[in-house]
Each structure stands twice: as structure tokens, then as C-alpha cells.
Nanobody, 112 residues
Framework: QVQLVESGGGLVQPGGSLRLSCVVSGSDISRDFMGWYRQAPGDTRELVATFTIFNTITYTNSVKGRFTGSRDKNTLYLQMNSLKPEDTTVYYC????????WGQGTQVTGSS
């Protein structure tokens, strides 16, 4: 059974930074495309960073130059800099396409 545990979210001011982590157990993610997703209430889930099996990482346009992904064995990271109000939502990691299960996500909340 695959388990995904995201962490690192929190309260952040515009322009601030956070580093998210995701530990995946029950599967060898080196063989899969993996991703960081985010989803605001009422919105569809958005893929913001794609980790390929070729050790490259691609980003959706809205986060390019601000977000940086990395991985260490079965842990994915997402360094988020220059955060904007539109970045404040719940972040998840999962396979691409996703497993049948999702983690609880980690909430990024903006403060004024």
C-alpha cells in the first residue's frame, strides 16, 4: 500500500519562502514520473512540478523561476520562493498519473 505524507506548509507573507517535503513509502518512485500538485477549494487539481524518470524537473508556467523541485530517494521536495497570494492552497505529491490514494496534503496559507 502506497503512502504519501506531505509536510512543510504554513503561514507565509507575500514574497516569502517555504520548503515542502513529501515522503513516499510502499513504492520505488525512481521508476515513475512524480509530481507536486496543488488544489484550491472548488478548483481542479493543478500539476505544478513534474519529476521525470530522466532526472529532469519541469514546472507549470505560473511557478517557473520561483519554485524548485528536488528529490532524495523516496522523498520529494519543493522549494517555493517569492510566494504570491495565488500560491496559497493545499499541496500534494503523487505519481503521474496519480496512484489511487492521496496524502493529506500540506496547507500553504498567506498572511498580510
Amino acid at each position: 500500500q502506497v503512502q504519501l505524507v506531505e509536510s512543510g506548509g504554513g503561514l507565509v507573507q507575500p514574497g516569502g519562502s517555504l520548503r515542502l517535503s513529501c515522503v513516499v513509502s510502499g513504492s520505488d518512485i525512481s521508476r515513475d514520473f512524480m509530481g507536486w500538485y496543488r488544489q484550491a477549494p472548488g478548483d481542479t487539481r493543478e500539476l505544478v512540478a513534474t519529476f521525470t524518470i530522466f532526472n529532469t524537473i519541469t514546472y507549470t508556467n505560473s511557478v517557473k523561476g520561483r519554485f524548485t523541485g528536488s528529490r532524495d530517494k523516496n522523498t520529494l521536495y519543493l522549494q517555493m520562493n517569492s510566494l504570491k497570494p495565488e500560491d496559497t492552497t493545499v499541496y500534494y505529491c503523487n505519481k503521474i498519473p496519480p496512484y489511487d490514494v492521496w496524502g493529506q496534503g500540506t496547507q500553504v496559507t498567506g498572511s498580510s
